[in-house]
T-cell receptor
Framework: QQPVQSPQAVILREGEDAVINCSSS?????VHWYRQKHGEAPVFLMI?????EQKGHDKISASFNEKKQQSSLYLTASQLSYSGTYFC?????????????FGKGTLLTVNP | DTGVSQDPRHKITKRGQNVTFRCDPI?????LYWYRQTLGQGPEFLTY????????KSRLLSDRFSAERPKGSFSTLEIQRTEQGDSAMYLC???????????FGEGSRLTVL
C-alpha cells in the first residue's frame, strides 16, 4: 500500500532540472507532495486530486496520471533551496477515510 | 495561528519505561495524524483521528501503543514498556479536512536506552 518513489536520490547542479516519480499498486484518489529539510518537519507543496491534473508552484510542478496510478514532481531550474527529501503521499480511492500513506522519499541535493 | 505543537521535543528513556507524547493541532482542524519516522525513511502511518474518533490504527503497531484524542482537540500517544526499536521521531500532523493538506509539528524525538 505504500507508494514507491524513484529515484531514491539525485544530485543536481544549480539550474538543472529533476523529475521525481511516485507510483502505487492501488487506484488513487489523490497524491500529496511534501519537502523535508534536514532536522525539520515536512512541508506541504501541493495536492493533486484528479486524474490528469497538473499543478505548478513557482518552478515546481506536478502531474497525476490516474489511470497509471502515478504522479511526477518536476523541479526546473533548481535552486539551492530545493535541497531536501521529497515525499509523496497517496490516498487510495474507494475508501471514505482518506488515509494518507507516504513513500520512502527522494533525497535531492542541489550543489552550486 | 500557532501551528501544530508537540511536547516534549526530546525524550530519553530506559527500556521498559512508559512514555507519553502530546500534540496540539491547529485550532479547528478536525483531522489529526500520528506518524513515526526513522532516519532516511518516510513518515510511517501510526493512527489517525477524525475529531475524537480514532479511524484506524496501523497493524504494524503492537498493543503497547495507544492514542487518544479526547473532545477532538489535543491528542496523546502513549508507548508502554518501551523497546530500543521504538527509538524514532514521532510526528503529529493536522488537517482542516479529510482530503486537505497536512500541517506537521516539529516532532517528538524518542531515544530508548
Amino acid at each position: 500500500q505504500q507508494p514507491v518513489q524513484s529515484p531514491q536520490a539525485v544530485i543536481l547542479r544549480e539550474g538543472e532540472d529533476a523529475v521525481i516519480n511516485c507510483s502505487s499498486s492501488k487506484a488513487l484518489y489523490s497524491v500529496h507532495w511534501y519537502r523535508q529539510k534536514h532536522g525539520e518537519a515536512p512541508v506541504f507543496l501541493m495536492i493533486l486530486l484528479k486524474g490528469g491534473e497538473q499543478k505548478g508552484h513557482d518552478k515546481i510542478s506536478a502531474s497525476f496520471n490516474e489511470k497509471k496510478q502515478q504522479s511526477s514532481l518536476y523541479l526546473t531550474a533548481s535552486q539551492l533551496s530545493y535541497s531536501g527529501t521529497y515525499f509523496c503521499g497517496t490516498v487510495n480511492s474507494g475508501g471514505s477515510n482518506y488515509k494518507l500513506t507516504f513513500g520512502k522519499g527522494t533525497l535531492l541535493t542541489v550543489n552550486p | 495561528d500557532t501551528g501544530v505543537s508537540q511536547d516534549p521535543r526530546h525524550k530519553i528513556t530506559k527500556r521498559g519505561q512508559n512514555v507519553t507524547f502530546r500534540c496540539d493541532p491547529i485550532s479547528e482542524h478536525n483531522r489529526l495524524y500520528w506518524y513515526r519516522q526513522t532516519l532516511g525513511q518516510g513518515p510511517e502511518f501510526l493512527t489517525y483521528f477524525q475529531n475524537e474518533a480514532q479511524l484506524e490504527k496501523s497493524r504494524l503497531l503492537s498493543d503497547r501503543f495507544s492514542a487518544e484524542r479526547p473532545k477532538g482537540s489535543f491528542s496523546t500517544l502513549e508507548i508502554q514498556r518501551t523497546e530500543q526499536g521504538d527509538s524514532a521521531m514521532y510526528l503529529c500532523a493536522s488537517s482542516p479536512s479529510p482530503s486537505g493538506e497536512l500541517f506537521f509539528g516539529e516532532g517528538s524525538r524518542l531515544t530508548v536506552l
